[in-house]
């Protein structure tokens, strides 16, 4: 099913809309949050792209604050959990990269107001 904004919909067996499987995968990634800052990597801007392939492979285009991160290995790997946790969800590939380098101009102006930054 096609709503009017052109995003794919799934009827649920209810028979209502479900949300669609780029949705799942945003809502689950922001439950990973950075250990150092209260605001999950989402709204810091860490998620640079999302790709939702044939057969439900995932594709996640992300970075760090810094290269030095101490949660260097640990965020993308809760990621890569927090998303193969989603029922229909076949393979997940995590790719770090640090171009464009962070700023915090890359974070949600909820972040901001978080962090007190507005």
Known sequence: MIDTSGKSLSVG???TLSLDLKEKVVQAIKTV???EIPVDVYEL?????INV???NNIFVLMTLT???CPSAEVIPSEVEQKI???EGVND???????????SQ???SEAAKLELGFM
């Open 33 to 35: 949050y950075d250990p």
């Open 92 to 102: 997940v590939k995590i790719e770090l990269t640090f171009d464009p380098p962070y």
């Open 84 to 86: 193969k946790a989603i």
């Open 13 to 15: 067996q209810s028979g």
């Open 53 to 55: 392939f044939p057969i």
């Open 66 to 68: 810094s290269p030095s």
């Open 45 to 49: 801007g860490l998620i640079y792209e």
């Open 105 to 107: 101009d890359m974070m």
